[in-house]
């Protein structure tokens, strides 16, 4: 349930809707704009709480109930857009973030390569994954804690921040501690004691759509991180699985002005996921931006052949530098900059 307080309503109208809904058993989450606060009411009761309950109350403009089942992702919830600022680097304005780098941080001089030509071709937002949730057991499994230590030395010395993927509870002080950003991969999108944990830390999460999860299952995921107090959700889209073969996921670009229109969250795209292969992320990265999404996740080797994961569809420092370029006209097509 909603409870939109009037303009200017006074702290004691706000502590007396918020004490109500506490004495009811439910929990309460605020979101405080600059001329009025929204009260989420949140519990399993609430769809058998009346309104009116609520509606009463001094202060109260209008109560709705948000009848799909994410609350705190949802715009009825917060209508403007969430803006997540991480290391100077701002995700859900008007420039379009790009996050590059190695599918894994295979060693300090790949790391230091990558990020460099990446930097200098424009991406804001360092990538690389320490810690590879691999389809078998035999597959690199990542550099683990050397790997989180390497992304930690190349961000400083690049001046970016960095994503990187989780995929433990266990872990969670320590990318804390070692990172700017945290993955959710697309295989734990719906790992909620993983979703809950990063909910607890005051890091910025990426969290990547399952690759058969709907929409509504991916904002009610976000809802997790959300409800334990962290705000700085950014959803990535990544391709689901669909009877289609000719790519490794369909590109479910639709995804883009759908989130835009149920969520404040920011959207970013991985086209290199989706795709699969090299020659595909161009055309796919154009259509994301086109879409409007906040920014695009793209897999970079400074030597691609040599990868020790995904070197199919990672992009070479120049490919990646060239599509930067063409980014720009149809990022300024929508009203963005690159
Ligand atoms: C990744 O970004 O490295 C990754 C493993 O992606 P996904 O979770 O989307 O498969
Ligand atoms: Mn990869």
Redesign the pocket.
Known sequence: MIVEMKKRAPQEELTGVVDRAKSLGFEVQLNVGTDKTVVAILGSATGKTPIDIFAVLPGVESVTRIMKPYKLASREFKSENTKIFVGGVEIGGERIVAIAGP??VESEEQLMQAALGVKKAGAAIL?G?AF??RTSPFSFQGLKKAGLELLRSTSRKCGMPVVT?IVDTADVELFSEYVDII?I????MQNYSLLTAVGKTNRPVVL??G?SCTVTEWLTAADYILAEGNPNVIL?E??IRTFEDSTRFSLDISSVPVIKKFSHLPIIV?P??AAGHYSLVPSLAKGAVAAGADGL?I?VHPNPREAL??GLQSLTLSDFSRLMLELGPIASAVGRKV
């Open positions: 599918c894994a990538r994954g590879k949730p993927e993955q991969g697309s295989r734990n990547k759509r690759f990535c990544r391709g991985d290199s996921h996740m897999e994961v995904d």
